[in-house]
């Protein structure tokens, strides 16, 4: 079945240090979206991608989405303490409306 | 959050029993769905639903059953809870370009 996986599943930055997480699949997706879940909260959709190679930005977060369909990125810069939390892509493909979720990305940020 | 609320929050039960969790929305809308979330494997997606009386099954459906007998109402069915069923539990909506909404969750501990 799909597979996405993302990098790294934990990063601790200082406040004011840019952060990256890559998001990779293993088939070819409709669009992927972006969420992200503060301790002990539940997943919030951020943004969705379709097109290829298509980069939008929400204040001081890019995301991007890959020529080919298969991966992507969402780069937080000057992190700030309200960007803790896990960062999730999730692909969508098939019927339904179905997502598959990446295993997250872990955000600490300290001052 | 979009009208979408799960019940219980939490719940903690015996090996063995059957267990039914609750998720209700208030927006008609017609794709519903059941992930559960553990460490390490980021959100699974259980069972979803498509309309009422349409349900099919996601990549960890074992041990799982849902029913979907109003468009407002999604019920998931442990039929003998084990402790690997221990988890956090999401219900969520599809909401087309602004991607899933989720429940608050429901914690449930299998002891």
């Known amino acids: 079945g799909q597979q996405v996986m993302q990098i790294p599943q934990y990063q601790h930055v200082q406040e004011g240090e840019d952060f990256t997480t890559y998001c990779n699949s293993s088939t070819t997706l409709s669009n992927i979206q972006w969420y992200k879940q503060r301790p002990g909260g539940h997943p919030v959709f951020l943004i969705q991608l379709v097109k290829s190679g298509e980069v939008k930005k929400q204040k001081r977060l890019t995301f991007q989405f890959g020529e080919a369909k298969k991966n992507s990125s969402l780069h937080i810069t000057a992190t700030q303490t309200t960007d803790v939390g896990t960062y999730f892509c999730a692909g969508l493909t098939g019927t339904a409306s179905k997502l598959t979720f990446g295993t997250g990305t872990r955000l600490q940020v300290t001052l | 959050d979009a009208g979408i609320t799960q019940s219980p929050r939490h719940k903690v039960t015996e090996t063995g029993t059957p267990v039914t969790l609750r998720c209700h929305q208030t927006e008609n809308h017609r794709y519903m769905y059941w992930y559960r979330q553990d460490p390490g494997h980021g959100l699974r997606l259980i069972h979803y639903?498509?309309?009422?009386?349409?349900?099919d099954k996601g990549e960890v459906s074992d041990g799982y059953s849902v029913s979907r007998s109003k468009t407002e109402d999604f019920l998931l069915t442990l039929e003998s809870a084990t402790s690997s069923q221990t988890s956090v539990y999401f219900c969520?909506?599809?909401?087309?370009?602004?991607?899933?909404?989720f429940g608050s969750g429901t914690r449930l501990t299998v002891v």
């Open positions: 969520a909506i599809s909401r087309t370009e602004h991607g899933y909404t």
């Open positions: 639903s498509y309309g009422v009386k349409d349900t």
